[in-house]
C-alpha cells in the first residue's frame, strides 16, 4: 500500500467517527433526555414554590410589565411578602422602566434607610437586598412611581 493510500484510509477513518457517534448519540436522545428534561422541569417547579411558600430561601418579588402606570394597576407581586429577619430578597423588574423598592413613607415619598434596591433597570433584577433583622412590618415604595407599595414582614 503506497502511502498516499494509507492516508486517505486514515482520513476516511476519521469523518466516519463523528459520524457514527452522531449516529448512536440520536439514538439514546427520545427515551434519556426528553426523560431528564421532564425531571428537571419538575424539580425546578418545586423548588420555586418551596422558596414562595417556605420563607426560608430566596425570596423573589416581581415588578410587573405595566406597573409605572399610576392607573394600570400593577403593583410588586406579591404586594406583601414575609421574610425571616435578615433575609436577602430580590425584586425582579419585568417592567420597561426603572423601578426601586425602598422603605419609608409612600405618602411622603420619604425613605427610613432600612432597605432599598436603588434603581433596578427595565428587564433586569435588583440585586440580593437584605432585611431588617428587626421583627415589623416595613413599608416600601418606588422612588420614581410612589403610588407602587408593598410590604415586607419580617417574623
Ligand atoms: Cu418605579
Redesign the pocket.
Known amino acids: 500500500m503506497s502511502r498516499q493510500h494509507k492516508l486517505n484510509w486514515i482520513a476516511m477513518g476519521a469523518t466516519m467517527i463523528p459520524i457514527l457517534l452522531a449516529t448512536s448519540f440520536v439514538g439514546l436522545v427520545p427515551s434519556e433526555t426528553l426523560a431528564q428534561a421532564s425531571n428537571t422541569t419538575a424539580t425546578s417547579g418545586a423548588a420555586n414554590a418551596t422558596g414562595a411558600g417556605g420563607g426560608g430561601g430566596e425570596t423573589t418579588v416581581v ?1 410587573p410589565l405595566g ?2 402606570s399610576a392607573t394600570g394597576g400593577k403593583g410588586y407581586e406579591p404586594h406583601d411578602i414575609t421574610v425571616s429577619p435578615g433575609a436577602t430578597v430580590i425584586w425582579d423588574n419585568q ?1 420597561n ?4 423598592a425602598t422603605s419609608g413613607n409612600p405618602d411622603t415619598a420619604t425613605p427610613d434607610g432600612k432597605f432599598d434596591t436603588g434603581l433596578v433597570g427595565a428587564n433586569q433584577q435588583s440585586k440580593p437586598t437584605t432585611m431588617p433583622t428587626a421583627p415589623g412590618e416595613y413599608t416600601y415604595f ?4 410612589p403610588f ?1 407599595v408593598g410590604t415586607v414582614t419580617v417574623q
Request: glycine fraction near 0%; proline fraction near 0%.
Open positions: 415588578m406597573s409605572s417592567d422602566a426603572l423601578h426601586t418606588c422612588t420614581l412611581h407602587l
